[in-house]
């Protein structure tokens, strides 16, 4: 991948244990434990959005919650800002942790249950500004302006809010101390499109004035494909596809990201009914047997005998973008997914049809 | 117009013999909050029922009354601070705001399973995960433990746990976001309930793993002939599993109707809105729009209709509160000027 700006984050090779017995480092570790991440890379560029897509489990919040220093990994190297995280002290740590926000999957255990909202947005004024008291009240006024609530939240508890309103309560706090490098895990899953179209103005708006990094975990590929520049599609712990996302979400070069789009739900019945799903068929596989070969090969519609013994690496495919498949530039070859309603759409509709496109 | 060949699904309208009583039936609901002073209505004036065997959708924005309308279902919000009233509320034939703290606790996980929004709300941290699936199932079911735990490993790969037997033994934090919440669906659905309310059940899952729960859930309604009430904010979700869908704005319903009815010919400016504003795969270029303006919460002072701020259609008569109306039969909107509506 050749970059336009520096890279502020750079994670090589990077290889995360859960389970217990995991320490910072250790090569040993626990029998039980599980390698969850599995030597992946990547690179934001500064001011860019660098998306994170993959299945339920297959280790996105950990790899973010590894590169946060969250919790140790095994292998690999993590540098923000020239600085290699896993070399730095605890409290070194700490202040650069204040460039490096984090907003996490679950805004109902990430928010202080007993502190007041306005207690929780100013809190880290207080630790890292020198601002007045008034102007701390003035910047979480602003904050919860900027997500879209009322002055008033900031007299609430967080279960006294809503989902959507402690989603955006845990995202004003992690853009008060205007940091470089925001990671979002989720962040809009929980709000409605008009409420998340305004976070992701609020977002795109402070990347342009103030040349913010986001990584952003989500599994909304529309979303996706116009709010990130550069993708990483994982598969059981590995990266399968990365590249630039508009290729990647137009012409997808590996056979998970083709299933993943087929398998989006259209806000239509009537398309919804038609459409012929080419879905990811299957279990996913454990990560704690995981299959041979490619590990994508019992799930996939192009999978041949030499996928089960021999595993692929990360090539560069017709389209341009890293693929993880032997078969990566035929892939790419194949028609664009995005007309659902073209092409795989039978002419009539029975109306049961769908019933049985099921089992 | 809506008729069986256009409808979303033809599971209800197969429906065999004269319907039987509704699973829900709420009249008039209102909830109220105190915070520090001030009192906010989260929810005005709601009723809708839901049959057995039928799959309603409840849309609308974040705040706009969706979980504590669901809450109040099973009486699930705070007492102290919470006033909920209704004409009437009956869950699968129990009187909810009469009911007995024995009565409710077996509505509760009995007759009426949740997915709650909060996952925190219904998995014990300290409890491994199998265990609590399993105890839902000896409650309700009578079963020996033996064979409640095979149910219960049974359940959880249903839901698309990997190695569901080891991983019984696991604890919910050992779990990603979208597995727990998975796991929730799972221990909700162990009582094989009448209803089934789930509260944004696959807002953490990615679109495969969604498709194959939406599946799951649809074998399951059909199974048990399950009432669900499917809160969801994704309008692609509704259209795949529901039959009718209710929309929420500022605690009131503004707009009800059979799924295809109310996406192909929106009656209320919001939820012409809301189909307006999603990105869209199928429709690369189309042009997608935000709602303007600031969202309504319950302690938000409205006179009148509480859309007028945002709404390109308000009139002067819309200084008085629209009540629901039909647009077509058995498909109604809150709107004074919902024939405009595009
Ligand atoms: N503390 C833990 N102990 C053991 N296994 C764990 C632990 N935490 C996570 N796992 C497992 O590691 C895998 C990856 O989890 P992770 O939370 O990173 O997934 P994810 O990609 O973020 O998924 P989701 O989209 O559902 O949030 C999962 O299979 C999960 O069950
Ligand atoms: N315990 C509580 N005390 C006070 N206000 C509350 C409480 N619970 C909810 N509210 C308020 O009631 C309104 C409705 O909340 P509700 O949780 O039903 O929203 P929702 O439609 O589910 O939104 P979301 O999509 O964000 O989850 C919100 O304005 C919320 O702030
Ligand atoms: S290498 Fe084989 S199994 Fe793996 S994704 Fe490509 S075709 Fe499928
Ligand atoms: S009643 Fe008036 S303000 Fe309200 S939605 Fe209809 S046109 Fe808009
Ligand atoms: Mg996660
Ligand atoms: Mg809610």
Redesign the interface.
Known sequence: MTDSGRPILSVQDLVVY??KGVHQGNSTVGKDALRVVEGVSFEAAAGETLGI?????CGK??LVHAVLRLIPYQSGQVIFEDVDLGGVSERKLRSLRRDLQVVF??P??SLHPRKLIGKILSEPLELHTDLSAKARERAVISLLNDV?L?A?FA??FPR??????RQ?VAIARALALRPKLVIL??PV???????R??II?LLAQLQRDRGLTYLFIS?????M??FCQRLAVMYLGRVVEYGPSDVI?HRPSHPYTR???A???????????RRN?I??RG???????PPSGCTFHPRCNYAVDRCQVSEPMLEVSDAGVLSRCFFSSEVAAQPP?????SSDAPPEPV??EH?FE?S | MSG??T??R?ASTALPEPAPDPVVEVADLEVD?A??G?IGHAVRGVSFQIRSGEAVGL?????SG???TALSLLRLLPDRTTRVRARSLRVAGVDVLGASAASLARLRGGAAGVVF????RALTPTRRVGSQIVEVIERHSGRSRTQARLEAVELL?RV?I??AR?RARDYPH??????RQ?ILLATAVASHPRLLIAD?PT??????????I??LL??LQQDLKMAVLLIS????????VCDRVLVMYGGRLVETGS??DV??APGHPYTA???R??????R?GAV?S??PG??VDG??QVVGCAFVPRCSLAAPVCTECPELEDVTPGHQAACWRSELVT
Request: with cysteine; net charge negative.
């Open positions: 859960r389970g897509v993959g299945e339920s489990g919040t950990t999957q679950d109902y255990s879209g009322g008033s007299q609430r006294e809010c809503s989902g959507g309103q955006r895990d989720e899953s929980a709000l409605d499109v008009s409420i179209a305004q103005e599994h909304d590929l529309a979303l494909r116009s979400l299933s993943l789009l398998s989006m739900p259209i806000p239509d019945p009537e398309v919804e009914r799903r879905e990811v279990e996913i596989p454990s990560i704690r047997t997914l995005d007309d659902a309603r109306v049961e019933l099921r | 069986a060949e409808s979303v033809p909050f915070v520090r001030a849309v609308g924005e974040s705040g969706k979980t504590v929004q909060d996952p925190l790969s698309g990997p190695d080891n050992q779990f990603s976001g979208g597995q998975r944004e807002t953490a899952l990615d679109v495969t793993t969604q498709s194959q939406l599946d649809l074998d904010h994704d309008l692609g979700v509704i259209a795949r799924t295809s996406f192909r809105g809301l189909l504003s999603i990105p869209r795969l199928d690369p997608t935000a709602i600031e969202a302690f938000t």
